[in-house]
């Protein structure tokens, strides 16, 4: 079974949530340049992985497109995947971060 959050913020910036996330969980992000995604930040942990995502992201225009237009009014995404099991303490220590609303939750 794979679980899925989203997470977002209006309150950071995708760096000032990945510093804060690191602070908070002991993870190491590294930062990634997708073409489709834009710039995004990753760590991975041996439960799962977080992603840290800018919503607004390059598209091919030349104007931003959302990365989830379902949630527009968050600027920044925090996207958890876990594997084999949910981790309630990972959430928990992540609702405790200000600015930080949880969105979605997905399993599969």
Do not use: K
């Amino acid at each position: 079974m794979t679980d899925h959050h989203t997470y977002g913020t209006s309150t950071h910036t995708a760096d000032e949530l990945a510093w804060l996330v690191s602070d908070r969980l002991g993870l190491v992000f590294t930062e990634r340049d997708s073409d489709y995604r834009g710039v995004y930040h990753l760590a991975s942990s041996p439960n799962g992985r977080i992603e840290i995502q800018p919503n607004p992201i390059p598209g091919d225009d030349g104007e931003d497109d959302l990365y989830a237009p379902e949630h527009s009014s968050a600027q920044v995404l925090l996207l958890t995947t876990t594997t084999p099991t949910p981790d309630p303490a990972l959430h928990a220590r992540l609702g405790s971060l200000e600015g930080l609303i949880h969105l979605n939750h997905e399993t599969a």
